[in-house]
């Protein structure tokens, strides 16, 4: 594999690891998210990897999303094109042959939480949060959330998170079906090692025809989905109620919304 600035690749017994490393929040800047996609379309022709797992470097958030002092500077222009490339990175993994699991190392909220609903299974640690305020900041997740969530947890429990804006932990991630598996952070990744080996050792030509059909089972409206979702996100990004929320959030206090 080629070398990375953000981005940390190990392979063994057939089980592929990539970490993004970007301190100190694990930020899903452009430089990442360009790396990732990079390391995504490298790998995806590795005859011999049979699983893969991603993660975040050490901390205690798994991955962030958008820069908030970038998001006060988006328009309807620039937030349709943002997230229409964090889209296009982030369906490398919900269309990667091969099973991905999650270990989520920290807070996923946002768009580590997306990247994390790309993946085909989520291991957490327990102190680990998990969310899409994005509402708060008078935007909507713009990388998938409104489509992959409900279609994971259910309508009515997407519904409230989404729109309320409030986090779970990950004891509440696992009861929701949110989360596969918890482990502790010494433990986390040997967890999602033992789920992708169990898997690694199936028939590989089936695990990717199931994966394959499993994404189909889901497709239904999915595509148009994500396209309304970044038309409104853009159209969002315009508003002032954005504006506010955003300023709120960098003032550190509480938001004032008029529906402008």
């Not at 600035?5 to 993004?20: D, F, K, L, V």
């Amino acid at each position: 594999m080629e070398k990375y600035s953000y981005i940390r690749w190990e392979e063994e017994n057939r089980i592929g690891a990539i970490t993004i490393e970007n301190p100190p929040s694990n930020a899903l800047s452009y430089a990442v998210l360009s790396e990732l996609g990079n390391a995504l379309d490298e790998i995806s022709s590795n005859a011999s990897l049979r699983a893969l797992i991603i993660t975040g470097g050490k901390g205690k958030i798994f991955l962030s999303g958008a820069n908030v002092k970038e998001l006060a500077e988006m328009d309807k222009t620039k937030g349709t094109q943002t997230v229409s490339y964090v889209q296009e990175v982030l369906s490398k993994i919900w269309l990667f042959s091969k099973p991905v699991f999650c270990a989520i190392n920290g807070h996923a909220l946002g768009g580590g939480l997306e990247l994390a609903l790309h993946c085909d299974f989520r291991v957490a640690v327990e102190g680990a949060r998990l969310g899409q305020p994005e509402i708060n900041l008078g935007v909507l997740p713009g990388a998938g959330g409104t489509q992959l969530l409900p279609r994971l947890i259910g309508l009515s429990k997407a519904r409230w998170l989404l729109l309320s804006g409030q986090t779970l932990s990950a004891q509440e991630g696992l009861a929701c079906g949110l989360v596969d598996r918890l482990a502790t952070g010494e433990s986390l990744l040997e967890v999602a090692k033992e789920m992708a080996i169990q898997i690694a050792e199936k028939p590989p030509l089936a695990v990717q025809a199931i994966k394959k059909m499993l994404r189909l089972s889901q497709s239904p409206g999915l595509k148009e989905g994500m396209k309304q979702e970044t038309e409104l996100f853009g159209e969002l990004c315009a508003t002032e109620d954005k504006r506010e929320g955003v300023l709120a959030f960098l003032e550190n206090r509480k938001a004032v919304f008029q529906g402008k």
